[in-house]
T-cell receptor
Framework: KAGVTQTPRYLIKTRGQQVTLSCSPISGHRSVSWYQQTPGQGLQFLFEYFSETQRNKGNFPGRFSGRQFSNSRSEMNVSTLELGDSALYLC????????????FGPGTRLTVT | GQNIDQPTEMTATEGAIVQINCTYQTSGFNGLFWYQQHAGEAPTFLSYNVLDGLEEKGRFSSFLSRSKGYSYLLLKELQMKDSASYLCAPMDSNYQLIWGAGTKLIIKP
């Protein structure tokens, strides 16, 4: 069974631009969660999607948004990028919710200059 | 507020035993996860505790005390490949995982 895939793996953007990251969950998994990881900060929860609906949201500004498609693939968008948005963005999928074991993708390393 | 406390870094010797502690304060509680993350890689699931007590899984065991807001991960017969960060993540009343910053474990020969 293929694992969670994320594209692109690396991205360099400049301040003010916007970016879209993509995540394909494990086949059969309906829950997709997004996290931001920075050194020393641990994983910061962005949002969780289930059956195309946002079920949970973390404490991030409205510049961060996401969506999920009918095939459970998910995208995350960050508008008006700031230097502080430089981080590893991880996507995780699980069968039904975050109360199940989550399988993480390799992440997208975003650098904002 | 919600808070997770884990040691930032620990060092242990190959073949030894190490215990990584985690204390937490969350709004409600629906279990606690431990994940392992090697440098440059994604986290992988280790254990899930929802009831008090010890759960053993091979060389790894995880303990939970809900009344004390406390958990630990016990690693036995340490191997060099156990060098990684270990993330404690309790789940709050909204079934949202609250992640600690992780404990970086360094194994020395």
């Amino acid at each position: 069974k293929a694992g969670v895939t994320q594209t692109p793996r690396y991205l360099i953007k400049t301040r003010g631009q916007q970016v879209t990251l993509s995540c394909s969950p494990i086949s059969g998994h309906r829950s997709v969660s997004w996290y931001q990881q920075t050194p020393g900060q641990g994983l910061q929860f962005l949002f969780e999607y289930f059956s195309e609906t946002q079920r949970n949201k973390g404490n991030f500004p409205g510049r961060f948004s996401g969506r999920q498609f009918s095939n459970s693939r998910s995208e995350m968008n960050v508008s008006t990028l700031e230097l502080g948005d430089s981080a590893l963005y991880l996507c995780a999928s699980s069968l039904a919710s975050t109360s199940y074991e989550q399988y993480f993708g390799p992440g997208t390393r975003l650098t904002v200059t | 507020g919600q808070n997770i406390d884990q040691p930032t870094e620990m060092t242990a010797t190959e073949g030894a035993i190490v215990q990584i502690n985690c204390t937490y304060q969350t709004s409600g509680f629906n279990g606690l996860f431990w994940y392992q993350q090697h440098a440059g890689e994604a986290p992988t699931f280790l254990s899930y505790n929802v009831l008090d007590g010890l759960e053993e899984k091979g060389r790894f065991s995880s303990f939970l005390s809900r009344s004390k807001g406390y958990s630990y991960l016990l690693l036995k017969e340490l191997q060099m490949k156990d060098s990684a960060s270990y993330l404690c993540a309790p789940m709050d009343s909204n079934y949202q995982l609250i992640w600690g910053a992780g404990t970086k474990l360094i194994i020395k020969p």
